[in-house]
Structures are given as C-alpha cells and as structure tokens.
C-alpha cells in the first residue's frame, strides 16, 4: 500500500564544485570537497581530471580540507 505514504521530503540541491576524468569513456568523478589532491586522478582508470560543477544534494564534509592533510612518509 504505498500510496497511503507520505510524500518524501525534497532533498536541497546545490551548485558543487567536482572533479571529473577526462578519459571519453570512463564516468569517474567526485566532489571537490572529498579529494584529496588539488588535482586528483581518476580512481578507476588514473587519468588526469578536469574541474567543473554539477547540481547535487547538499552533504557537509566534517573532515575539513582533505587536501591539508599530511600525506604519510614513504617507507625505503
């Protein structure tokens, strides 16, 4: 009986800022605020990303900026 739901309530969307690969034929892309590098490389195929902006759902990242992050030290 889902017609006797409530409407769901409609979720804030705003203009974000995200990374996307630059490969034709890959649809890797992630939010601005959750990369780590200040140009990040695609995930799936490690092709360089392009910056640009896209309407999605609000989301608060705690962390802060992941990029000021310390990267660890590499081990010899």
Do not use: H
């Amino acid at each position: 009986m889902s017609y006797r739901r409530k409407p769901l309530e409609e979720i804030p969307e705003e203009n974000t800022r995200i990374w996307s690969c630059t490969q034709p034929g890959c649809k890797g892309w992630m939010r601005d605020d959750f990369a780590f590098d200040c140009s990040p490389k695609c995930r799936l195929c490690d092709s360089p990303m392009v910056s640009g902006t896209r309407m999605l759902p609000q989301l608060v990242n705690s962390n802060g900026d992941l990029k000021a992050i310390k990267k660890g030290i590499p081990i010899k």
